[in-house]
């Protein structure tokens, strides 16, 4: 066993050699996403990002002692009010989205730090994620105040993301870190560099999928007894933040966790049940669940007001058809990037290059998995669409169009994430070319982050039709200037690309390759450990669940 109480190279073969501690892989990992979403929150202006505005005064709000307001018609008929600094927010924060303007239309907020009575639609919910992210604002309720909160928004992120990396990377599954950076999308660290609970709720989903599937898909003697411990402390974080931060969280955890039973190995979860530490971190996610619902329904969040104007009547049929085609494309948009209120769309070519890394680990995944692994996997999406569906088919009387993709993907992410955990697409395309791709996944990565970030810019600073970049200059700039936010995410990218480079298995040297291959032909000569390891391991991922 290693030091850190891993699986020994004997139980386990090292596909991904972890020259770091696993302290050094979180912390490379955490300063790799903290930087990316970072470089957002110093380059957005207020109410950069949907709705920022609505959460920034719901913010204040919670971290000033107003934890709870009456239910009132305070924003598009529903929301609460809140006592909030006439210096918090410029006098027309929403000129940008509405007409479609440079952020140059802002008006600055009067230098007044007296309170008066704003209303918010985010006024009824739950505000364990406000409290830390309104603390700065509380300080210095300004624009200043503003990017602190989000750059606490993006350490929190950060930190679930990079202990999902960390799994990836103690469990030695390259193809399991390929599919966490990934799933990490423009879009989802975008939201991490906003005052917006969706990045923190799309991170639990993440880490959440990855200790599970850790937890359930480990054979006998892969994981010692520290590390399980340490496996299900990291799905109770997840899963509590996940169950009690929005209002969908219980249903997308109970989905996400019946998923994981019905991938698990046989026996697995009845071994799981029989510990003492699975039953402590089961009574705090239950807390946190209950607390999660008991919000929902003493907050009146589920009282939706009539959307205005009216929506036109449609039948069940042409709401269908209408969703098949214009929806459908911009719930796909949606996961890599619609970025401001969704009037901004990555490229084309980026929307490409990231589904295409995305596919090549479902896709060749699907093919060589078993008959159960294919049916969880498609699942998982058939049930991501049907809920997004019929959400919109629902409330679309009183809300209108207004579903997103990112209200689901918190459990829609497992059909990447449950694909890259499985070790199939290693065995078949070998461990130099998975260390290749997983290099390739890191690469692409920070590059079409660094290039989201620069269109958005752009679209800030000059106008959304600019076809040319102009991230470096334009009528309105940020406040610690543009190149800071570029080279702060361009610096997080090459720590991803930094990320795998460090935790991938060196190239065996001559002599030792000799040597293994002497004691594996030899006759009487006996075989090191690993090499046996090996050999069991690649046996056992051939056989059946």
């Not at 990316?36 to 110093?42: D, E, K, P, Q």
């Not at 030899?522 to 059946?544: I, M, Y």
């Given at each position: 066993?290693?030091?850190?109480?891993?699986?020994?190279?004997?139980?386990?073969?090292?596909?991904?050699?972890?020259?770091?501690?696993?302290?050094?892989?979180?912390?490379?990992?955490?300063?790799?996403?903290?930087?990316?979403s970072?470089?957002?929150?110093?380059?957005?202006?207020?109410?950069?990002?949907?709705?920022?505005?609505?959460?920034?005064?719901?913010?204040?709000?919670?971290?000033?002692?107003?934890?709870?307001?009456?239910?009132?018609?305070?924003?598009?008929?529903?929301?609460?009010w809140?006592?909030?600094?006439?210096?918090?927010?410029?006098v027309n924060?929403?000129?940008?989205?509405r007409?479609?303007?440079?952020?140059?239309?802002?008006?600055?907020?009067?230098?007044?730090?007296?309170?008066?009575?704003?209303?918010?639609?985010?006024?009824?919910?739950?505000?364990?994620?406000?409290v830390?992210?309104?603390?700065?604002?509380?300080?210095?309720?300004?624009?200043?105040?503003?990017?602190?909160?989000?750059?606490?928004?993006?350490?929190?992120?950060?930190?679930?993301?990079?202990?999902?990396?960390?799994?990836?990377?103690?469990?030695?599954?390259?193809?399991?870190?390929?599919?966490?950076?990934?799933?990490?999308?423009?879009?989802?660290?975008?939201?991490?560099?906003?005052?917006?609970?969706?990045?923190?709720?799309?991170?639990?989903?993440?880490?959440?999928?990855?200790?599970?599937?850790?937890?359930?898909?480990?054979?006998?003697?892969?994981?010692?007894?520290?590390?399980?411990?340490?496996?299900?402390?990291a799905?109770?974080?997840?899963?509590?933040?996940l169950?009690?931060?929005?209002?969908?969280?219980?249903?997308?955890?109970?989905?996400?966790?019946?998923?994981?039973?019905?991938?698990?190995?046989?026996?697995?979860?009845?071994?799981?049940?029989?510990?003492?530490?699975?039953?402590?971190?089961?009574?705090g996610?239950?807390?946190?669940?209950?607390?999660?619902?008991?919000?929902?329904?003493?907050?009146?969040?589920?009282?939706?007001?009539?959307?205005?104007?009216?929506?036109?009547?449609?039948?069940?049929?042409?709401?269908?058809?209408?969703i098949v085609?214009?929806?459908?494309?911009?719930?796909?948009?949606?996961?890599?990037?619609?970025?401001?209120?969704?009037?901004?769309?990555?490229?084309?070519?980026?929307?490409?290059?990231?589904?295409?890394?995305?596919?090549l680990?479902?896709?060749?995944?699907?093919?060589?998995?078993?008959?159960?692994?294919?049916?969880?996997?498609?699942?998982?999406?058939?049930?991501?669409?049907?809920?997004?569906?019929?959400?919109?088919?629902?409330?679309?009387?009183?809300?209108?169009?207004?579903?997103?993709?990112?209200?689901?993907?918190?459990?829609?992410?497992?059909?990447?994430?449950?694909?890259?955990?499985?070790?199939?697409?290693e065995?078949?395309?070998?461990?130099?070319?998975?260390?290749?791709?997983?290099?390739?996944?890191?690469?692409?990565?920070?590059?079409?982050?660094?290039?989201?970030?620069?269109?958005?810019?752009?679209?800030?600073?000059?106008?959304?039709?600019?076809?040319?970049?102009?991230a470096?200059?334009?009528?309105?700039?940020?406040?610690?200037?543009?190149?800071?936010?570029?080279?702060?995410?361009?610096?997080?990218?090459?720590?991803?690309?930094?990320?795998?480079?460090?935790?991938?298995?060196?190239?065996?040297?001559?002599?030792?390759?000799?040597?293994?291959?002497?004691?594996?032909?030899?006759?009487?000569?006996?075989?090191?450990?690993?090499?046996?390891?090996?050999?069991?391991?690649?046996?056992?991922?051939?056989?059946?669940?």
């Amino acid at each position: 066993m290693s030091k850190d109480g891993s699986e020994s190279a004997v139980s386990w073969p090292p596909k991904l050699v972890r020259p770091l501690r696993s302290r050094a892989v979180f912390l490379l990992a955490f300063a790799a996403f903290f930087l990316v979403s970072a470089g957002w929150a110093l380059a957005l202006p207020a109410n950069g990002t949907n709705d920022e505005d609505e959460h920034i005064i719901r913010a204040y709000g919670a971290a000033s002692g107003q934890l709870y307001s009456a239910p009132a018609a305070a924003a598009r008929g529903g929301g609460a009010w809140y006592d909030v600094p006439r210096s918090l927010l410029p006098v027309n924060a929403d000129c940008t989205y509405r007409w479609e303007l440079p952020a140059s239309c802002l008006q600055r907020p009067p230098d007044d730090p007296s309170r008066t009575e704003v209303g918010t639609a985010a006024g009824r919910y739950n505000p364990l994620y406000y409290v830390p992210v309104g603390l700065p604002m509380v300080i210095s309720p300004n624009m200043g105040g503003i990017i602190l909160g989000r750059l606490i928004s993006a350490g929190l992120v950060a930190g679930l993301l990079a202990a999902s990396a960390t799994i990836a990377v103690r469990r030695r599954s390259p193809l399991l870190l390929a599919a966490v950076l990934v799933a990490a999308t423009p879009n989802l660290l975008n939201l991490a560099g906003s005052i917006n609970p969706s990045g923190l709720e799309l991170a639990a989903g993440v880490l959440t999928w990855t200790a599970l599937l850790t937890l359930v898909r480990a054979r006998e003697g892969e994981l010692s007894d520290r590390w399980t411990s340490q496996l299900l402390l990291a799905a109770g974080i997840g899963a509590a933040t996940l169950v009690s931060i929005r209002t969908l969280g219980p249903l997308l955890l109970g989905l996400t966790v019946l998923a994981c039973m019905a991938a698990a190995r046989p026996g697995r979860t009845r071994e799981l049940r029989q510990r003492r530490d699975f039953r402590l971190v089961g009574i705090g996610v239950s807390i946190a669940g209950l607390f999660g619902v008991a919000w929902t329904l003493f907050s009146g969040i589920l009282n939706n007001p009539p959307a205005e104007p009216t929506p036109r009547h449609l039948s069940f049929g042409e709401k269908l058809s209408y969703i098949v085609g214009d929806r459908l494309t911009q719930w796909v948009a949606q996961v890599i990037g619609r970025f401001s209120y969704g009037e901004v769309q990555a490229p084309n070519g980026m929307l490409v290059a990231w589904y295409a890394l995305a596919l090549l680990i479902i896709v060749p995944t699907l093919l060589f998995a078993t008959w159960r692994q294919v049916c969880v996997m498609l699942g998982v999406a058939a049930v991501s669409v049907a809920l997004l569906v019929g959400f919109e088919v629902l409330y679309y009387q009183q809300i209108g169009w207004a579903q997103q993709s990112r209200y689901i993907l918190p459990f829609g992410v497992g059909v990447l994430l449950f694909a890259g955990s499985l070790r199939r697409w290693e065995h078949r395309f070998g461990e130099q070319a998975t260390k290749r791709f997983v290099l390739l996944c890191g690469s692409v990565a920070a590059l079409m982050h660094l290039w989201a970030l620069a269109v958005v810019m752009t679209r800030f600073q000059v106008d959304q039709r600019e076809k040319a970049l102009g991230a470096l200059h334009g009528t309105w700039l940020p406040n610690v200037g543009p190149q800071l936010p570029l080279l702060t995410t361009a610096l997080g990218g090459l720590l991803l690309i930094a990320l795998v480079v460090l935790t991938r298995a060196p190239k065996p040297g001559a002599a030792a390759a000799f040597t293994v291959g002497l004691d594996a032909l030899v006759p009487g000569r006996r075989q090191p450990q690993t090499v046996l390891a090996a050999r069991t391991s690649a046996k056992a991922d051939q056989s059946e669940d």
